[in-house]
C-alpha cells in the first residue's frame, strides 16, 4: 500500500517562499513519478510538478522558473520549492504517485495505472 504525507504549507505574503515535503512509504521498486498537484475550490486540479525515479522533471507552464522539484531517494521524499509567491498560488497542494506523468503545458497528468493520493496542505499567498 502507497502512503503519502504532505507537509509544509501555511499562510505567507507575495513574493515569499515555502518548501512542501511529501513523504513516500510502500512505493514499489521500478519506475515510478511523483507529482505535485494544486486545488482552488470549485475548479480542477492541476498538476504543476512532477519527478521520475530517474530524477527528470516537468513543469506546469505557470510555475515555471519560480518552483522546484527534487527527491530525496534515501527518506523517500519529495519536496517542492516554491518562490516568488504570488496570491493566485493560494490553493491546496497535493502530493501523488503514479507509474508515469506527461505534460500539457496547462497541466501535468498520470497515465498507465493506478495513481495513490495524499491528503493535501493548504498553501496561502496573501497580497
Known amino acids: 500500500t502507497v502512503q503519502l504525507t504532505e507537509s509544509g504549507g501555511g499562510s505567507v505574503q507575495s513574493g515569499g517562499s515555502l518548501r512542501l515535503s511529501c513523504v513516500a512509504s510502500?512505493?514499489?521498486?521500478?519506475?515510478?513519478?511523483v507529482a505535485w498537484l494544486r486545488q482552488v475550490p470549485g475548479r480542477v486540479r492541476v498538476g504543476i510538478a512532477a519527478i521520475d525515479s530517474d530524477g527528470r522533471t516537468n513543469y506546469q507552464d505557470s510555475v515555471w522558473g519560480r518552483f522546484i522539484i527534487s527527491q530525496e531517494k534515501g527518506t523517500n521524499t519529495v519536496y517542492l520549492q516554491m518562490n516568488s509567491l504570488k496570491p493566485e498560488d493560494t490553493a491546496e497542494y497535493f502530493c501523488?504517485?503514479?507509474?508515469?506523468?506527461?505534460?500539457?503545458?496547462?497541466?501535468?497528468?498520470?497515465?498507465?495505472?493506478?495513481?495513490?493520493w495524499g491528503h493535501g496542505t493548504q498553501v496561502t499567498v496573501s497580497s
Open positions: 510502500g512505493l514499489a521498486a521500478g519506475s515510478y513519478s
Open positions: 501523488a504517485a503514479g507509474p508515469k506523468c506527461g505534460n500539457s503545458g496547462d497541466t501535468i497528468y498520470f497515465f498507465g495505472g493506478t495513481v495513490d
